[in-house]
T-cell receptor, first 112, second 110 residues
């Protein structure tokens, strides 16, 4: 069974540019999560989807971050415009009904 | 969510058992204890979870004290590939969000 797929794996952009990350969850998993992980820290939740509905986006900086999960499968996380402090790893996870989450490899973003 | 406390780092000799402790003294009711690990440059990986009874799977064993205020993750025969950051998490009843904290960095030494 394929795991959570994320792309790209690495992205380097200049500040003020837009960037987008894509996630394909495990087939059949209704819940999808986006996490942010800074160097030396544990992942922090940005947004959680149940099917196509964002049920927890309280930690998502809505002035520059946006996310969507059309059709309740794939999801895209966007930053516009990117700032230097956005350099981090962006992780996507999915879970079936329940608590165990399965993570993708992440996208490492570097903002110059 | 119940707060968890873990040592920042531990070493373990290859082939020996690695015992990773976690305190969760404010755990209550039906809150489960989850363990994940994160190998360098990879996403977190689920290991095991439990409520009251000890649990074992192909990766590890989880020992939860009778008062449920602490637990220990046991890797019975640590290998170099077990070098990772290990996170002990108590998500809270009805909560899907995992608070990872900073975990324990386990280094398996040849």
């Amino acid at each position: 069974e394929a795991g959570v797929v994320q792309s790209p794996r690495y992205k380097i952009i200049e500040k003020k540019q837009p960037v987008a990350f894509w996630c394909n969850p495990i087939s059949g998993h209704n819940t999808l999560y986006w996490y942010l992980q800074n160097l030396g820290q544990g992942p922090e939740l940005l947004i959680r989807y149940e099917n196509e509905e964002a049920v927890d986006d309280s930690q998502l900086p809505k002035d520059r971050f946006s996310a969507e999960r059309l059709k309740g499968v794939d999801s895209t996380l966007k930053i516009q415009p990117a700032e230097l402090g956005d350099s981090a790893v962006y992780l996507c996870a999915s879970s079936p009904q329940g608590r165990v989450q399965y993570f993708g490899p992440g996208t490492r973003l570097t903002v110059l | 969510d119940a707060k968890t406390t873990q040592p920042p780092s531990m070493d373990c000799a290859e082939g020996r058992a690695a015992n990773l402790p976690c305190n969760h003294s404010t755990i209550s009711g039906n809150e489960y204890v989850y363990w994940y690990r994160q190998i360098h440059s990879q996403g977190p990986q689920y290991i095991i979870h439990g409520l009251k009874n000890n649990e074992t799977n192909e990766m590890a064993s989880l020992i939860i004290t009778e008062d449920r205020k602490s637990s220990t993750l046991i890797l019975p025969h640590a290998t170099l590939r077990d070098t990772a950051v290990y996170y002990c998490i108590v998500p809270g009843t009805g909560a899907n969000n995992l608070f990872f904290g900073t975990g324990t960095r386990l280094t398996v030494i040849p």
